[in-house]
């Protein structure tokens, strides 16, 4: 018995777009490309792919069975006629006249002369307005006062115009987004005017690279970041941030520190007197003054005869930062307080910084 | 007798006094293997007597249970001298108004009430004279949680509100027959109706007014006061402790009393001669237990009419009462009767004092002001009170304005309704983007705000404080952004 399926028939054509190639001039010479698979663009002047004559299915809106090959039925809404304004705009041109505009939305009173029933079903106005022979505004060179100007459509008609105007498919921007090389898209929207007629920009461009703490994660000085990080317990970062404005602001209440020649500050501190009017500088100078370079890490059995080998590591900018902070803490800790209510614990790590920078603190002793 | 070999140790003493003799029982042998003491394994110790004695467990007459002692890992032992009793709440409480390092404004006027009637003056920040100061700090004018520490010197804004303030105290003080206004202040919360508060009494305190301020009306109702009912009097209760603080702040505040003298007789339990001044007649006040009765001869003698022809010490000038947190007093407070039920605010006499001159009921002969305040943070339920509001506030807006009604299924404290009958309410809302850039001046001024006043700032921290909220404002500026 022969197989039902028929494996010497033909296959049915796939149904795919064909590949558009471009002539590209490069370096004096032209240069055929064929486009990249995916296109980054709707173009409307490009050819659309053509539906498979038929339907997919083989079946179409009548019922009757076609066949695969050929076949001249048409699927649903293939047999519209076309919009009255592009039938008019296409009559325009095949006879010289100047057609319609078609940026605007087509005058309803064009629409009815075609329409009979919506005629019928139009307001009363419409009908009057019909009679009386009004007729819809003209179009002209300048643009009328409905046009859209933040049309896109619009501004990409005008590109495509001056290309074809200028018959140089080179230099057109809708060809150029496709990068010879690297097959790369461009954006349409781009810093060029997309307006005909404007010559810069709408908004001023911002000045690159944007600040750091214009960034919501940014947004705070890092070593605040950091202390507030590390003042939190138990995830309560807002409780954190009320401790370390109370540091702030106890650091820019309090009395100017004095500085005491014995214990090194950061170089390039400013006078004592600056600091409390700038109270992260004074928080910054505390830490770094009082944070180690390096830590020492112990090799087990290394250094010979079962002693450990003492390696030092130089510690990276956070590092050091986080083992001052954890020194001021443990010692703010330890400290007594006669007050009570909130803020005794912020209290206390303010005036412990206090105290590193004038140089009485147990953790330059620890450091 | 025979060389005994230890069967331990198998050593063999050489000198019989080293022999240790093994006690024998007459009631038991011990066997040669033991190893418990003979004097176990005679019987005559308990196994549960061999255990290690544990003393001060055992129940006595004075302890009869025994107790398991719990120590605490971890904590700091307190070393050194405990804080005097008062000292914390004193630390807690206590309001600095200066701060050394940030700059002085140069060229910033002083709140003057008639220099307010300028428009130069709105939208500016104007000092207060230490003149005022200081008895604004005897009343507690200042409030801890305000921000008087982070400047030079206390500073206030000049907004459009101040400007109406203003405007009515030059009313009351030029007026001959004893004008008063009565008002309550209602709004956000960081709206600014405390410090125009503060405003009112610094204005009142440089025309020579007397001022009486209760800087927390929660103090009033909490119940950490004594009180007393009256003799003969289930309904009002008298707060003596609180009423003494009273009368020790007033001649301190107000040195005006010095000069002023008793205009006729009281009926007092103490014997006072006749030409006292009112402000030693205030001191004799300080023992609760002849305070309000002082207090009452005092405040008949300020609200007597003014004589000042009759002689030295009889002129009467206006008095202001302020009161802070409203919703404490429309409300019950913490005190039981004699029944054990809460008693109403109402009941309480200092109360009943402040409402009846803030409804009318008790004018004032020679003028003055009576402001009340809410407090947003700070705020007892009072559903009576919030509905007082929204209605006195429909009432004044226009005549045929939708008067909001209370549900008559449920149950509404009248006794606060009736209190709030006829008094004017006054909504204090945020500033403008004038004032705010004012502030905001002020603030880099004085180099708290390292930021140039630029409109997008302004505008920015404007709608960023809720509309021009002033302490919201502060916040976003100054306290918690820097």
């Known amino acids: 018995m022969p197989p039902r399926l028929n494996i010497f028939a033909a296959p049915r054509a796939p149904v795919y777009r064909p590949r558009q190639s471009i002539a590209v001039r490069e370096n004096g010479r032209i240069c055929v490309i064929r486009q990249p698979l995916c296109r980054t663009f ?35 809404n293939m047999q519209t006629s076309e919009h009255v304004s592009e039938e008019a705009a296409k009559m325009a041109k095949m006879t010289g006249g100047e057609g319609p505009d078609l940026d605007v939305g087509t005058p309803v009173q064009d629409i009815l002369k075609e329409d009979k029933e919506a005629l019928e079903n139009a307001p009363q106005v419409l009908k009057d307005s019909l009679k009386s022979g009004a007729s819809p505004p003209k179009p002209s060179s300048t643009p009328s006062t409905q046009s859209r100007s933040y049309s896109t459509t619009r501004s990409l008609r005008a590109l495509h115009s001056d290309s074809m105007a200028t018959d140089d498919v080179a230099d057109s921007p809708v060809f150029n987004s496709v990068n010879a090389e690297t097959g790369e898209g461009q954006d349409l929207m781009s810093s060029e005017a997309t307006i005909p007629g ?89 830490i770094d003054s ?36 954890q020194w001021i803490l443990d010692a703010a800790e330890k400290r007594k307080s006669r007050g009570s209510g909130r803020g005794l614990f912020a209290q206390k790590v303010a005036e412990e910084i206090v105290s590193v920078v004038e140089g009485r603190s147990g953790i330059w002793e620890r450091r | 007798m025979s060389l005994q070999i230890c069967l331990r140790c198998l050593s063999r003493p050489s000198a019989p006094s080293q022999i240790r003799l093994v006690p024998t029982t007459t009631n038991k042998q011990t066997a040669a293997f033991t190893t418990s003491t003979p004097h176990a394994a005679a019987g005559r110790i308990q196994v549960s007597q061999m255990k290690p004695k544990r003393t001060g467990n055992k129940p006595t007459a004075t302890r009869p249970v025994r107790v398991k002692r719990l120590s605490p890992k971890n904590v700091p032992q307190r070393t050194g001298r405990p804080p005097a009793p008062g000292e914390r709440k004193a630390l807690r409480k206590r309001v600095v108004l200066s701060n050394t390092n940030a700059l002085e404004v140069q060229g910033m006027p002083d709140l ?43 500073a206030t804004l000049v907004r459009s509100e101040t400007v109406e303030m203003a405007s009515w105290v030059q009313e009351v003080h030029n007026s001959q027959e004893g004008k008063t206004v009565r008002k309550v202040l209602f709004g956000e919360r960081g709206s600014g109706k405390s410090v125009l508060l503060l405003q009112a009494m610094a204005m009142a305190f440089s025309k020579g007014w007397v001022v009486v301020n209760f800087p927390e009306a929660k103090d009033l109702t909490i119940g950490h006061t004594s009180y007393v009912p009256l003799y003969r009097n289930n309904q009002l ?9 009273l009368l020790a702040a007033l001649p301190k505040a107000n040195p005006i009393l010095a000069d002023l003298r008793p205009s006729r007789e009281h009926n007092l339990p103490i014997s006072v001669p006749p030409n006292i001044s009112l402000a030693r007649l205030c001191d004799l006040g300080k023992d609760p237990e002849i305070a309000w009765p002082i207090f009452q001869a005092v405040w008949s003698e300020l609200t007597a009419p003014s ?126 983007k004038e004032e705010a850039r004012g502030i905001m001046e002020y603030y880099a001024k004085s180099g708290m705000m390292r930021q140039t006043v630029s409109d997008t700032l302004v505008g920015e921290r404007w709608t960023l404080s809720g509309g021009g909220i002033v302490g919201e404002l502060e916040r976003g500026s100054v306290r918690m952004r820097i």
């Open chain 2, 307 to 432: 004589q000042p022809d009759e002689g030295e010490g009889l002129v009467r000038p206006p008095v202001l009462m302020a009161l802070d947190g409203l919703h404490h007093i429309m409300c019950e407070s913490e005190y039981l009767d004699r029944d054990g039920k809460h008693l109403h605010a109402h009941n309480l006499a200092l109360v009943q004092h402040f409402l009846s001159h803030l409804s009318g009921a008790s004018p004032l002969a020679n003028g003055g002001m009576i402001i009340a305040a809410t407090s947003g943070s700070n705020k007892a339920a009072s559903p009576a009170l919030d509905f007082a509001l929204r209605r006195n506030e429909a009432l004044a807006s226009s005549p045929g304005a939708d008067i909001p009604a209370w549900d008559p299924y449920r149950k509404i404290d009248t006794r606060s309704l009736k209190a709030m009958d006829g008094v004017e309410v006054w909504r204090i809302e945020g500033l403008s």
């Open chain 1, 42 to 76: 709707a173009d409307k002047s490009g050819s659309l792919p053509v539906a498979e004559e038929g339907g997919l299915d083989g079946v179409s809106s009548e019922g009757a069975e076609v066949g695969r090959m050929g076949g001249e039925v048409k699927g649903p």
């Open chain 2, 237 to 245: 209760y008298i707060q003596p402790h609180y009423t003494a603080s």
């Open chain 2, 112 to 154: 003057n009430p008639w220099q307010l009637f300028d428009k130069s003056m709105h939208g500016s920040v104007a000092g207060l004279p230490d003149d005022v100061v200081d008895p604004l700090r005897v009343v507690e004018a200042f409030k801890p949680t305000q921000g008087w520490s982070l400047f030079r010197r206390p």
């Open chain 1, 198 to 286: 404007s010559s810069g920009h709408i908004f001023p461009l911002p000045e690159l690279p944007l600040p750091r703490n214009t960034h919501l994660h940014y947004r705070y000085d890092p070593v605040v970041d950091q202390v507030t990080n590390l003042l939190m317990k138990d995830g309560k970062l807002s409780v954190a941030q009320r401790n370390m404005s109370i540091i702030l602001t106890h650091l820019r209440t309090a009395p100017a520190p004095m500085y005491s020649g014995n214990k090194p500050l950061l170089p390039g501190a400013p006078p004592a007197s600056h600091l409390p009017l700038n109270p992260i500088l004074y928080l910054t100078l505390a």
């Open chain 1, 290 to 325: 009082v944070a180690p370079l390096l830590r020492i890490r112990s090799q087990r059995g290394a250094a010979g005869g079962g002693a450990a080998l003492q390696i030092p590591i130089p510690l990276s900018l956070r590092q050091r930062r986080r083992q001052a902070v």
